[in-house]
């Protein structure tokens, strides 16, 4: 599904990524992880087509010939192309615009109309299913600039469904929501993943729903590759103490046994807060 071989990417004299290489399978849910300026959000970049990389290939698709491998150089595809494989997810999903719901949702059938923007089944019922799935029907006349940061990720999710991918890409979607529409939005994210076999590759700050949600991890630092695999092999005290420069306490979900972190002060402040 995807395939990154010996990436790099410079910013000028700034080295962002530097031989990052790994593989996605066909319906997974990816997780990358990493401190702020670790190169997460231009790996995403690299692998939507929004920009190139200096040296190293990022291949999408099924080479077909049963090799396994990954198919073409994402470079290959146009940009109709991509947009029919592949759907993104960010932080600030839409602006402000004076567009209502249902049109935002129905911009996400783009993909799959001529240059008159017709197509050739009518998507009314299906956008109807979307708004329905997400709970939007009562706001589908609402403009964007009327909806609260919850109701605008879920209407950014339902144009994201509406173009029918093979693949989403999440930019730390979560970032600006409480923690019941992070998982909220997170749970539905999932629901779709599995009822649609999608493969889903997120970015994420918060190490406790990368472990609930993703199946298998890669952890970044200073753009290169920390390690890659599931959360109880990634998620390790040491490490995290190691890349982020804190003493955290990880221990087991009780009832999902995967890992969670617990944060805590330096000792020294731990030890001024008992005198």
Excluded at 91 to 99: C, D, R
Excluded at 168 to 181: A, F, K, M, S, V
Excluded at 254 to 261: D, I, R
């Amino acid at each position: 599904m995807i395939e990154v071989q010996g990436v790099e990417k410079n910013y000028g004299s700034a080295k962002v990524l530097s031989d990052v290489g790994f593989q996605v399978n066909e319906g997974a849910f990816f997780g990358i992880l990493g401190p702020n300026g670790s190169g997460k959000s231009t790996l995403l970049k690299l692998i939507s087509g929004i920009e190139k990389a200096d040296a190293g290939e990022v291949r999408l698709g099924d080479a077909g010939d049963g090799s396994g491998r990954a198919g073409r150089l994402v470079g290959e595809y146009s940009r109709k192309e991509l947009a029919k494989w592949l759907a993104v997810l960010e932080q600030e999903a839409l602006p402000p615009v004076g567009f209502t719901v249902r049109e935002v949702v129905e911009m996400g059938r783009f993909p799959f109309q001529n240059w008159l923007g017709e197509e050739a089944e009518d998507a009314g019922r299906q956008i109807d299913t979307i708004l329905a799935k997400l709970g939007l029907q009562s706001l589908e006349e609402r403009t964007i600039d009327q909806l609260s940061g919850g109701e605008k990720q879920r209407v950014a999710l339902a144009k994201a469904m509406a173009q029918r991918p093979r693949l989403l890409l999440l930019d730390e979607p979560t970032t600006y929501l409480d923690i019941g529409r992070q998982i909220q939005l997170m749970d539905r994210i999932r629901e779709w993943q599995r009822e649609a076999k999608l493969t889903v590759v997120a970015v994420l700050h918060d190490l406790n729903l990368a472990a609930l949600y993703c199946d298998r991890l890669l952890l970044l630092n200073r753009g290169r590759i920390v390690g890659v695999g599931s959360p109880q092999e990634i998620l390790t005290a040491e490490r995290i103490s190691e890349i982020y420069g804190i003493e955290p306490l990880v221990t087991r979900h009780p009832a999902l046994g995967v890992p969670q972190v617990l944060l805590q002060p330096h000792a020294e402040e731990r030890g001024s807060g008992e005198r």
